[in-house]
């Protein structure tokens, strides 16, 4: 899956998205642009909540991980992505695959 959270009480998404990119993968958020606005039908944990992607640039090239967070991550081919779990993910890789 991408790098992803709950927006906490009173936090705009773009500042989850950074704070989340910066507990999932150690790098830091420099410019974000919303494309994709969606709604969860398959994540048990909140059924219903919204999904808000983005494309983004971040400062950084080395990766690191939060173990309480993930059990793996990595930089992957857009073309041979790793197995994802959510349909909204799935969604959005084949998105980025058309260009």
Do not use: C
Not at 2 to 14: I, L, N, Q, S
Request: proline share 6%.
């Amino acid at each position: 899956m991408f790098p992803a959270g709950f927006v906490d009480y009173g936090e705009h998404p773009e500042e989850t998205l950074a704070r989340e990119i910066k507990e999932e993968t150690g790098l830091k958020l420099k410019k974000a642009v919303l494309f994709k606005v969606m709604q969860s039908e398959d994540d048990p944990r909140s059924p219903g909540h919204f999904l808000f992607f983005y494309k983004v640039i971040v400062s950084g090239t080395k990766l690191k991980t939060d173990e309480e967070e993930n059990q793996k991550i990595g930089w992957f081919d857009l073309e041979n992505p790793p197995e994802i779990g959510w349909e909204s993910h799935r969604f959005v890789i084949k998105f980025l695959q058309k260009g």
